[in-house]
């Protein structure tokens, strides 16, 4: 009675695994033979995948604020809608010498 050997993935693949799994309409157990996969470790990567889907907060217009046009002498006043921009820079200071950007175009 020998057990049977699945090959080793990273999470990366695992995450990917997860993801080709919830768009399938299978059952675990079909879907795990159809990938040459243990259900025990299928199921781990599931739950861990599952629960750090559920621990991203959803956010909410009130988690946003306006970015204002620095370029612009009205700059206190003055939004600036990003989606409808082709091209846009964002620099975001963070403090200690921390410096997010965003480019875009």
Do not use: M
């Not at 040459?36 to 199921?43: A, D, E, Q, V």
């Not at 629960?51 to 991203?56: C, E, N, W």
């Amino acid at each position: 009675n020998k057990l049977k050997r699945f090959p080793r993935h990273s999470a990366r693949q695992w995450k990917a695994i997860i993801q080709r799994f919830s768009q399938s309409e299978l059952s675990i157990d079909a879907f795990c033979q159809q990938e040459s996969l243990g259900k025990t470790t299928f199921k781990k990567w599931q739950t861990h995948y599952s629960k750090s889907r559920k621990s991203i907060k959803k956010a909410t217009p009130s988690d946003f604020i306006e970015i204002a046009d620095s370029s612009s002498t009205l700059a206190a006043s003055r939004t600036v809608d990003i989606t409808q921009a082709t091209i846009w820079d964002i620099e975001l200071e963070l403090g200690d010498g921390i410096i997010c950007r965003f480019r875009r175009g």
